[in-house]
T-cell receptor, first 111, second 110 residues
Framework: EPEVTQTPSHQVTQMGQEVILRCVPI?????FYWYRQILGQKVEFLVS????????KSEIFDDQFSVERPDGSNFTLKIRSTKLEDSAMYFC?????????FGAGTRLSVL | RKEVEQDPGPFNVPEGATVAFNCTYS??????FFWYRQDCRKEPKLLMS???SGNEDGRFTAQLNRASQYISLLIRDSKLSDSATYLC???????????FGAGTRLTVKP
């Protein structure tokens, strides 16, 4: 069964550093998403991406965040200058219509 | 009113019990609804979509009540393996902007 893959599984960074989280969505999917989940809290929508552009973004997705689909397979989330409060699990998801399939997540730890 | 609201639980039930979760949503125009399950420190996994007419998948039944703006999930004959957090998800603007509830934690005990 095809799956969404994310790398790395765990990223440790210093406050103020830039990080790039990588995702390979399921190949025939059209919609791509990033979510985050702070430990012990709910899953929060960050951004959705369709037809090579952002279709929706939440209030969390400020100027520090950006997404790219640099080629036909990868989908990346960049955080320009990480803050302590960015520490969370970041999930990538993709879907053909609705009901996304999630990757296993990248745990980001900002020190 | 929160966009998507769930009773956080926890629900502690014995094996074989029937348990039901409700979820309310704020946007009356929402069209797509889903239940996901999330095991501890794992990614959410789609359990089932929720259709207007209600739908069943084995021991799981999902219902939608548009008038009252809630969806429900019923689990019959619960198994130990059903222990997880159940997430209500609403595509509130019908544009694949999925909003998650905080989840309802279920523990099934022997």
């Amino acid at each position: 069964e095809p799956e969404v893959t994310q790398t790395p599984s765990h990223q440790v960074t210093q406050m103020g550093q830039e990080v790039i989280l990588r995702c390979v969505p399921i190949s025939n999917h059209l919609y791509f998403y990033w979510y985050r989940q702070i430990l012990g809290q709910k899953v929060e929508f960050l951004v959705s991406f369709y037809n090579n552009e952002i279709s929706e973004k939440s209030e969390i997705f400020d100027d520090q965040f950006s997404v790219e689909r640099p080629d036909g397979s990868n989908f990346t989330l960049k955080i320009r200058s990480t803050k302590l409060e960015d520490s969370a699990m970041y999930f990538c998801a993709s879907s053909f219509q609705a009901a996304g399939s999630f990757g296993a997540g990248t745990r980001l730890s900002v020190l | 009113r929160k966009e998507v609201e769930q009773d956080p639980g926890p629900f502690n039930v014995p094996e074989g019990a029937t348990v039901a979760f409700n979820c309310t949503y704020s946007n009356s125009a929402s069209q797509s609804f889903f239940w996901y399950r999330q095991d501890c420190r794992k990614e959410p996994k789609l359990l089932m979509s929720v259709y207007s007419s209600g739908n069943e998948d084995g021991r799981f039944t999902a219902q939608l009540n548009r008038a009252s703006q809630y969806i429900s999930l019923l689990i019959r004959d619960s198994k130990l393996s059903d222990s997880a957090t159940y997430l209500c998800v609403v595509d509130q603007y019908n544009n694949n902007d999925m909003r998650f509830g905080a989840g309802t934690r279920l523990t099934v005990k022997p």
